[in-house]
């Protein structure tokens, strides 16, 4: 027997998001991986939205593709329009989003699984988790075809799949995503093997013909000149004339009379379909039910790539009967002669609370078992790719017997959010925010590369190219801050500028440096208008220039100082671990909650005790001390 | 309530090759059409091999372009290696053949369909057939989704998914295609209307991951400098080096000797699939079975496109026990390291024997309700492309209330394929040969466009762009006759070439014409090199010039007389019309087997009666007697 087939270092399980990037990461480590797809042809498809990034899930995206990632590339491949969403506000909540062609994205992700050496491949349907008589260590799988493959490591990430139900209105039946079957087998084989499964729900919108639409009544949402790529390796982005728009309509009154004419046959309302689903991203009937005073919400007709008309009309996710979606539709400006494709959707699926994950995303009972994406109970693809990434990292860690790779919340949002996953759990599909990041200003996009890429290296899983990149922009920061430091500017040189933007002129020399500080001031243009820029920058690489990047940290200077404090005083409590078998039920002095809670999270230090809900601070400081008299 | 989106003149269930073309041929037509089919994304996907066309297929592939279907524009777009197969043999038979990237042309396919004006795509699985109460009268569809859509004409043909089963080794399960599920109640429903159904399987070889192949030991085949395009549009293909290789092996006595021990657990041979296979397509088992003298088989290793590695190893179609699949394709020279992306496998699937349905492939017995396709037994994706366009013309013909359109034996080998269906049925995956066309010397792949885009474009389905090409290669082909004719060559101009290709040299001016019609002539190389080429040819649109076309008719001017005899006296015997309601058990002097056939198959005329196996000459010279009498 040729076991090369049936062995492997590690096996990966479904390639949506999550298990593409578990697969990568695992594979560019070194390990030898096969990734088990249903269909080989699905694999980086995008159920829902054809869009990468936006607030949080961008700083999301861009972290894992500083660590080595490839849903980055990908999107930059497969972009059809970019934008910097929150420009508004500051640069620390600046998200990138990315419009992507839905083919063009799985093609890529596609291209960039095959071009890893030692990552195989293989369409089956896993229907069982192998492991020892004992229940406890992974051993391999099962599928379909009735085949073991085996592996120290597996990373479960069957996304949506798992006993997924589909429901439009009073309609319902199995499968994973329209037009594709449901999986069975697994959440049993997991009943088994101690775990508890919850469910819980998530929907889509209808897909319409776009040449049934009339733009002339909407208001076009063009790309963004200054909208960045999203991986750090990407120089260019194509020509804002090149990508193509969105498009913007409303919903009118008119629309929520037709819909509340459903709802008596909608599985959220008759109660058909009672799991939780994404509280941010409600559906249209959610909506008006929810928002009653409204008389209208904002529609997005977005195209679904550069080869075809099929539009996605997001912020219209429906389960209500097909005939009121349509007829709903149809009275939203531009919609008249809409032709939908299908109409939306909802879908519940098996989920497994992650208080039964460790920070590494192993699972508490199963040695070399690991889930990552929706199973963990997340919503979206970044959050799906993040674990992905951190599963694939840590099934190789544990192979090598190193130890576990887990990001700080002060490090990452992808330490934010595993983070929240295990210490907090979660009752409702889990999406990121930029609120949920206490040191949101330390975690910026345009950082994750300096945060994050020299660890990705050292891992072996981000590249010397990228390490080069990396080390040469922040040395390019570091001269370009140092020379506009030592630079002073005449009020001639300045003054034009400084009024244009309406801050006050200069009446002696200043240092370039402080006026960069100033908010009205962009440091580009400042330079450029001074005639300085050449002779003083060093260039980046990557799409921010040095003075743009300097920029952001002088002006949030001071933050960053007062979080730097916050993050070591956490960190101390980091510092503090929980013995393993710690009895909580044995003290009388914190709150039952407390004890309930603690007991079934287990955290391993006092940091990720202080963030269990329900847990308070004078818990925390009663644990402080007992831990203090331990230890 | 909005009726056009329920309501349309014309739904064709299933998107696969013959689906694709029934619902382009509607549409263009001028009917409003609406394909249904699983999934969007699947449109136009090939299940099987990644190539168009093939001997007698090829054929096909053209004569559906000639009559403005979309195969062949979607193929030249998609192909990455163009050949001409049979070209040691007489043009009539050369094949072309198209090796292409399987996503490049469900692309191109859903492309081709987006870019028709009044069809409608839906994505859902249509479950029931609806009919007027008496069953008679089709009225539309329901779907998976509970809605229903009606039209007076619908088209169906969904493939080998009808409660399709998988069948690896011991292992089956239900499937439409590997990682699809399979479709169900159609088969209950068509029962209930009284059709037959039977079971039929097909196969298909293993996926491998070409980095794992050694191609170095395997022979290079690549593309061919004078293949041709499949649409008589386009103009020209990339350059050879621009195409990519397939590459040839060989089984060894040793891979035979590894088959055989997966016998005893191969469905074929204990009997867990008796379904009827394709004779001419056999799995591998099967071939070292029937001739187990051989001591190896072809096999080609095929590229899937031209952005992945995955390769389709032709020629070992298998639905052993995977292991013995791996390990014996471990024992092809080359594929010694291979990584299987998953196994061969045999599907068996309802299918509806085609003496149910008129020559217009509508069904016999509910009007409206057309089949088209593999659910009509065939094989292959032109045989099924065929059947569509076909099915979606005769569909808008019957609401026109226009005769439906038959091509007869001696036009296309779409009629020699719809007629022996029809006239001859099937027991076993009906696929094309060039030997199946009595007439195959009028019916060459070169000159479809000139037998059926005149139709097409009277249908209003062929554009007036490629009419205009056809009339003005027909003006080409006489206007170059013609010179041709009226020039001679000098002994001087000519004899050097005549030399060169091995015929004898002259020894007077004689005409060009006349040395044209010799068989070692290549009618381009010969003017060339008497220098006459650019004063005697007017230039052909498309990729045969006009002394290339001239040549063929030439070469086989004296066969070309004598078929058109034959096709005049079987003519005669198609203009004897068979009354409806004949009573063919009252003949009894024709044999039991004549009454038996003739009555199940209701031949329309003396001809179709002919064609009926079983039917002898003696029975057909009866009924000739009786009808004469009757009429
Ligand atoms: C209808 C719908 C609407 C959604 N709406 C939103 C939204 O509005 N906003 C948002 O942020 N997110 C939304 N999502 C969620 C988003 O699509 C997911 O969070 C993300 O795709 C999860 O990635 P994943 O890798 O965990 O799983 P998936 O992308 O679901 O991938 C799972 C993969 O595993 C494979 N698989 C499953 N079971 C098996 C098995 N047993 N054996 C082998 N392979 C298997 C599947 O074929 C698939 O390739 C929606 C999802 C769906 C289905
Ligand atoms: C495993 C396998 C091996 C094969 N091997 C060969 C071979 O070696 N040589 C060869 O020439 N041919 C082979 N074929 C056959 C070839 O693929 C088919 O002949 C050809 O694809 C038939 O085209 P079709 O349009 O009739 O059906 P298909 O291509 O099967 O398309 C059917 C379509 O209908 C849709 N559909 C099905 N049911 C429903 C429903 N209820 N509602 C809505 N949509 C529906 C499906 O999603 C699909 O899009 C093979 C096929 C398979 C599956």
Chains 1, 2 share one sequence.
Request: charged share 25%.
């Amino acid at each position: 027997m040729h076991q090369d087939y049936f062995e492997h270092d590690v096996i990966v399980v479904g390639g949506g998001h999550s298990g593409s990037e578990a697969a990568a990461a695992a594979a560019n480590m070194g390990a030898d991986t096969l990734l088990i797809t249903m269909k080989l042809a699905d694999i980086g498809q995008m159920s829902c939205n054809p869009a990468i990034g936006g607030i949080g899930k961008g700083h999301i995206a861009r972290e894992i593709d500083a660590l080595g990632g490839i849903m980055g590339k990908a999107t930059d491949r497969a972009g059809i329009q970019f934008r910097m969403l929150n420009k508004s506000k500051g640069p620390a909540v600046w998200g990138p989003r990315a419009q992507c062609g839905r083919r063009a994205y799985a093609r890529a992700i596609r291209q960039e699984l095959e071009a890893i050496d030692n990552l195989k491949m293989r369409s089956d349907m896993v229907k069982e988790i192998l492991t020892d008589d004992a229940g406890e260590t992974v051993t391999g799988v099962r599928t379909n075809l009735g085949k073991e493959f085996r592996a120290p490591c597996v990373v479960l990430t069957t996304g949506t799949f798992s006993n997924g139900v589909i429901h439009v209105g009073e309609q319902n039946f199995g499968g994973g995503r329209i037009g594709e079957s449901a999986s069975h087998g697994i959440t049993g084989c997991l009943h088994d093997l101690g775990f508890e499964s919850g469910r819980l729900k998530t929907g889509t919108p209808p897909r319409v013909d776009g040449r049934s639409i009339d733009y002339s009544v909407m208001e076009k949402q063009p790309g963004d000149p200054d909208a960045t790529a999203f991986s750090f390796l990407t120089d260019d982005l194509p020509s804002v004339e090149a990508q193509l728009s969105c498009w913007l309509t409303d919903t009118t009154p008119e629309t929520h009379e037709v819909l509340r004419t459903g709802f008596d046959r909608s599985p959220m309302f008759t109660g058909a379909l009672d799991a939780d689903g994404p509280r941010y991203c409600p559906s249209i009937e959610d909506k008006i039910d929810r928002f009653s005073e409204k008389d209208h919400h904002q529609l997005f007709i977005e195209p679904e790539g550069r080869d075809t008309h099929e539009v996605y009309v997001n912020g219209f996710s429906s389960s209500l009967p097909e005939e009121v979606q349509f007829e709903a539709l149809r009275t939203v400006p531009g919609m008249e002669e809409a032709h939908m494709h299908r109409p939306g959707y909802a879908i519940e699926y098996d989920f497994f609370p992650p208080y039964q994950i460790e920070y590494s995303l192993e699972t508490k009972y199963v040695d070399g078992l690991f889930f990552a994406g929706q199973i963990n109970g997340t919503t979206g693809y970044e959050e799906a790719a993040a674990q992905g990434i951190m599963a694939g990292i840590n099934a190789v860690q544990k192979l090598r017997q190193a130890d576990p790779i887990v990001l700080k919340r002060s490090e990452a949002y992808i330490g934010v959010l595993i983070d929240d996953l295990v210490a907090k759990g979660t009752d409702e599909p889990y999406r990121m925010f930029t609120s949920r990041a206490e040191h949101r200003i330390l975690l910026r996009q345009d950082n994750a590369d300096q945060r994050l890429t020299e660890l990705g290296h050292k891992l072996g899983l981000a590249s010397k190219e990228r390490l080069d990149r990396t080390r040469e922009k922040e040395r390019a920061i570091d001269v370009t801050r140092e020379t506009l430091s030592d630079t002073t500017v005449s009020p001639q040189q300045v003054d034009d500028y400084l009024q244009s933007v309406g801050t006050s002129t200069l009446n002696q020399p200043r240092p370039v440096i402080e006026l960069c500080k100033r908010p009205e001031v962009d440091s580009e243009d400042l330079l450029r208008h001074a005639g300085l820029y050449d002779e003083v920058v060093t260039e980046a690489p990557g799409m921010l220039s040095a003075p743009r990047l300097i920029e952001i940290d002088l002006k949030y200077e001071g933050y960053i100082d007062r979080q730097k404090d916050m993050v070591e005083e956490m960190e101390e409590k980091e510092r503090w671990p929980i013995p393993d078998d710690f009895d909580y039920h044995a003290l009388d002095n914190i709150s039952i909650e407390a004890r309930q809670k603690l007991s079934k999270v287990e955290p391993d230090n006092l940091g990720q005790a202080s963030r269990v809900p329900g847990v308070r601070a004078s818990d925390i400081s009663v644990l402080m001390v007992l831990l203090k008299n331990e230890g």
